[in-house]
Nanobody
């Protein structure tokens, strides 16, 4: 059983940066497609970034809404997946969730709050 734990959320001023991390207990993430989603109050959950499994070349996909500002990557040990967020805007405020999928199995983290406000 894989458990995902997000960390790194918090309060940041507009234009600032945050780095979120998704760590897996019970297994490494190298064989998983790992995605970051976010959900703001009253809005649907939105997929914003994804990284393919290591054997598939770790291709990344970034949503248009955050392209050029957010990047997704795995660390060298393939244990964590990081979402680096730059030039943050108030509309980026949301609960950010990590999601991992492999061979029909999928897992969600508990979410971490990101608030962009002056």
């Amino acid at each position: 059983q894989v458990q995902l734990v997000e960390s790194g959320g918090g309060l940041v001023q507009p234009g600032g940066s945050l780095t979120l991390s998704c760590a897996a207990s019970g297994g490494a993430l190298e064989f998983y497609t790992v995605s970051w989603y976010r959900q703001a109050p009253g809005k649907q959950r939105e997929g914003i970034a994804a990284i393919a499994p290591v054997p598939d070349g770790e291709q990344t996909n970034i949503a248009d809404s955050v392209k050029g500002r957010f990047t997704i990557s795995r660390n060298n040990a393939k244990i964590t997946v990081t979402l680096k967020m730059n030039s943050l805007k108030p509309e980026d405020s949301a609960v950010y969730y990590c999601h991992a999928q492999h061979l029909g199995y999928e897992y969600w983290g508990q979410g971490t709050q990101v608030t962009v406000s002056s």
